[in-house]
């Protein structure tokens, strides 16, 4: 790969040129609705409903989370609610409610990555 600024060529995998430190990574793939950050490896909702997110994991724990496309979130929130349910006398029920909703508005929001 050729450092743009200073011509020097290096490794393929490099993020950063060698001679001049100047980022190697300029192109920001974009696949199907997620946005991934090459530098912090993070990927994001995108064109997501924050208020729909939201109500969607109101109805079921887990749900908006699914929306969002974070599948392995949603799957171990709506695991933990039912597992936690009968110990807690379906106390756990309202923070893990809470925890989805809230979680599901800032992920669809983009204001917080998603699980990888
Ligand atoms: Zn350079």
Redesign the pocket.
Known sequence: MK?A??Q?ENRQDSKF?L????SLVIVVPVDEGVRRSPLANKRYAQGKNPTLAGILSFLVVGLGQVYNGDFLKGIVMFVMAVVLFVPTTGLSYFPMLAWSIVDAYRVAKGNQSLWK
Do not use: F
Not at 19 to 22: K, R, S, V
């Open positions: 450092c600024k200073c020097t040129c001679n001049c430190g100047e």
